[in-house]
T-cell receptor, first 112, second 111 residues
């Protein structure tokens, strides 16, 4: 039973374009929303994260937009580069066990 | 700073065999978790621990056991391997703030 739904499953973007990945969550107890980036053969690595008291967080070319009322959040990658080609996972965290619930992942390909 | 270390990186088992996947962290994190990653299904939580001596089941615990005798180590045991357990396994550690650090993964094939 997946509590975090992620789309699209795959995304192809031209170099310099904007990549947008969306996630929706169900559990209103979630209080931390990270995005992880994973390259082939590697473990996921934290890219950027947001807490629900803000609507947007920007770090370099990466921005999270958060809509608490809609229970949705998205990752925007500006000026996408071939080096951004990876799998991206959204996640949500909450509860006393402090465990992450992951989306199903988006495979991003940035064409040169 | 090693972070989270998993061993082995690759393993092939025969159906019915048992084995232990090792995970160690050197960041003094309270929380440790095991996930399996399968195509199109993201990372699914197998077992987790909120401190030494405390473990609990995640989303897909069947066929796996864990223990947490120290803060640093969190081994995952496959009791009797099945082909359905062919997957990539990741160990992670974190503090209560939520920022999790992952190991490099163990690619397991059960034949």
């Amino acid at each position: 039973q997946q509590q975090v739904k992620q789309s699209p499953q795959s995304l192809i973007v031209q170099k310099g374009g904007i990549s947008i990945i969306n996630c929706a969550y169900e559990n209103t107890a979630f209080d931390y929303f990270p995005w992880y980036q994973q390259f082939p053969g590697k473990g996921p690595a934290l890219l950027i994260a947001i807490r629900p008291d803000v609507s947007e967080k920007k770090e370099g070319r990466f921005t999270i937009s958060f809509n608490k009322s809609a229970k949705q959040f998205s990752l925007h990658i500006m000026d996408s580069q071939p080096g951004d080609s990876a799998t991206y996972f959204c996640a949500s965290l909450g509860g006393s066990a402090r465990q992450l619930t992951f989306g199903s992942g988006t495979q991003l390909t940035v064409l040169p | 700073n090693a972070g989270v270390t998993q061993t082995p990186k690759f393993q092939v088992l025969k159906t019915g065999q048992s084995m232990t996947l090792q995970c160690a962290q050197d960041m003094n994190h309270e929380y440790m978790s095991w996930y399996r990653q399968d195509p199109g299904m993201g990372l699914r939580l197998i077992h987790y621990s909120v401190g030494a001596g405390i473990t609990d089941q995640g989303e897909v615990p069947n066929g796996y056991n864990v223990s947490r005798s120290t803060t640093e180590d969190f081994p995952l045991r496959l009791l009797s391997a099945a082909p359905s357990q062919t997957s990539v396994y990741f160990c992670a550690s974190s503090q209560s703030t939520g920022k999790a650090f992952f190991g490099q993964g163990t690619r397991l094939t059960v034949v």
